[in-house]
């Protein structure tokens, strides 16, 4: 399968707990989302890579939120101290070249609760 | 602000039946619009896309056409089956790199 994998796909913890998402995008994409879904709303962009550049973050990362791409490659999002407000489902997404119209391929997502 | 706005679901439909999904959108200047579809337990998936204004994008008997004059670029199908049950969302990108999401729309079709 050569489509975008997250792991874990499901992550329990409590709350004060620091936690870390990994995302392995399609091997030649060279752009990197991430967003954040709660129930019954749409995606929330986060932010996105362009190769290991972290070009974009939103409002909604808030300083307890990192995110990185070393080497271009994989990338991980680190939540400290997570709060209850933190439960959701975080994806993934990748596309590949320089445009923002181009077609992005979703991961399954991470659902994240945080007790 | 920029913004997606769907019609609320959860949408019934019988098999054969004609389906369209409202989409209205508030943007700042001029937004590439999209369908994504997420079938049960898989991620989310591009259905169609339309980037500027009066063109149509169409994929797998949906079509969506982008009409600037009323900022909406409904979802249409003439005849829905089984298999289209999912949740369908709406979407615009301005010339940054944020994607605006709606709430998503779930379609459930009943043989």
């Known amino acids: 399968d050569t489509g975008v994998s997250q792991n874990p796909r499901h992550k329990i913890t409590k709350r004060g707990q620091n936690v870390t998402f990994r995302c392995d995008p399609i091997?030649?994409?060279?752009?990197l989302y991430w967003y954040r879904q709660t129930l019954g709303q749409g995606p929330e962009f986060l932010t996105y890579f362009q190769n290991e550049a972290q070009l974009e973050k939103s409002r909604l990362l808030s300083d307890r939120f990192s995110a990185e791409r070393p080497k271009g490659s994989f990338s991980t999002l680190e939540i400290q101290r997570t709060e209850q407000g933190d439960s959701a489902m975080y994806l993934c997404?990748?596309?590949?070249?320089?445009?923002?119209?181009?077609?992005?391929?979703f991961g399954p997502g991470t659902r994240l609760t945080v007790t | 602000g920029n913004s997606v706005t769907q019609m609320e679901g959860p949408v019934t439909l019988s098999e054969e039946a004609f389906l369209t999904i409202n989409c209205t959108y508030t943007?700042?200047?001029?937004?590439?619009l999209f369908w994504y579809v997420q079938y049960p337990g898989e991620g989310l998936q591009l259905l169609l896309k339309a980037t500027k204004a009066d063109d149509k994008g169409s994929n797998k008997g949906f079509e969506a056409t982008y009409r600037k004059e009323t900022t909406s670029f409904h979802l249409e199908k003439g005849s829905v089956q089984v298999s289209d049950s999912a949740v369908y969302f709406c979407?615009?990108?301005?010339?940054?790199?944020?994607?605006?999401f709606g709430t998503g729309t779930s379609l459930t079709v009943i043989p």
């Open positions: 979407a615009l990108i301005l010339t940054g790199n944020q994607f605006y």
């Open positions: 943007a700042t200047g001029y937004p590439s």
């Open positions: 997404a990748s596309s590949f070249g320089t445009s923002p119209y181009y077609e992005q391929y």
């Open positions: 091997s030649e994409h060279n752009r």
